[in-house]
C-alpha cells in the first residue's frame, strides 16, 4: 500500500515534545520531517541553544524522492526561523504546487497574547497563508494575520482573517465559547462550527 506522506518544516527540540518530536511520535514513517532548527529545549526552557539548518537542499531532495516513487506528498510548515525562509518556502510551493497534495499551516508566532518570533516573519507570513489549504492559528496568530487592529473583539478578527484568506480551511485552536474550551472549524462550504473538549 502506498500511504500518503507528508513533509513537514519545522523545529525540532531535543528536550520536551514539541513540533517536529510531536509530529514523529504520531505519524511515524508517514512524516518526512524537514527541521529549521535544532534546539536543545523549547523555548520556555532558560539555556535554549540553537542550530539553524539551511533546510532547502533537504526539502528539495526529499520532494524529489517522493516524486520518485510516484508519491504526492502533503507540505506541512511549522517553526520557521527567518524572513528568508518564508520567501524560499513561498517560491518552493508556487514551483512546486503540482507535485503537493496540498499545504497544511501551523504559523507558529504567538500565544497569550504575545509574539515570540520576529517581527518580519510575522510580516511576511499572511504569504505562505494565502498558498495553503489548511491552517491551524491559536487565537494570538489569528489576531495577528487578521489585519485588523489588535484591540478588536474576537469574532471581528474571526471575520477579517475569513475575508483576508477567502479559500483558506482552519481549525481556530483555544476557541471559548460559553466559558468551555474547543476548536472551531472553517472550511471552503462556509460551515463554521467549535467542538468542546471533553
Known amino acids: 500500500m502506498n500511504t500518503t506522506k507528508i513533509i513537514s518544516v519545522s523545529s525540532l527540540a531535543a528536550h520536551r515534545t514539541a513540533s517536529l518530536k510531536a509530529q514523529m511520535a504520531i505519524l511515524g514513517s508517514v512524516l518526512l520531517p524537514v527541521p529549521t532548527v535544532l ?14 539548518i539551511d533546510f532547502m537542499p533537504l526539502l528539495e531532495g526529499t520532494l524529489y524522492l517522493c516524486t520518485q516513487q510516484g508519491q504526492k506528498p502533503y507540505l506541512f510548515l511549522g ?18 504546487a503540482h507535485l503537493l497534495a496540498g499545504v497544511f499551516v501551523d504559523p507558529i508566532s504567538g ?14 507570513w499572511p504569504q505562505l497563508l494565502s498558498l495553503a489549504t489548511f491552517a491551524f492559528p491559536n487565537i494570538t496568530e489569528l489576531k495577528m494575520y ?42 471552503n462550504s ?9
Do not use: W
Open 79 to 96: 517553526y520557521l526561523t527567518s524572513v528568508e525562509d518564508v520567501f524560499h518556502l513561498k517560491d518552493f510551493i508556487v514551483a512546486n
Open 146 to 187: 487578521s489585519g485588523i487592529p489588535s484591540e478588536a473583539d474576537l469574532e471581528s478578527h474571526i471575520i477579517a482573517f475569513e475575508i483576508r484568506f477567502p479559500l483558506l480551511n482552519y481549525i481556530l485552536t483555544s476557541y471559548c465559547k460559553e466559558k468551555k474550551i474547543g476548536v472551531r472549524l472553517k472550511t
Open 111 to 124: 500565544d497569550n497574547g504575545k509574539p515570540y518570533i520576529h517581527t518580519d516573519i510575522i510580516r511576511e
Open 190 to 198: 462556509e460551515t463554521s462550527f467549535y467542538f468542546i473538549h471533553m
Open 39 to 52: 534546539l536543545n529545549g523549547v523555548a520556555s526552557y532558560s539555556m535554549v541553544r540553537k542550530q539553524t
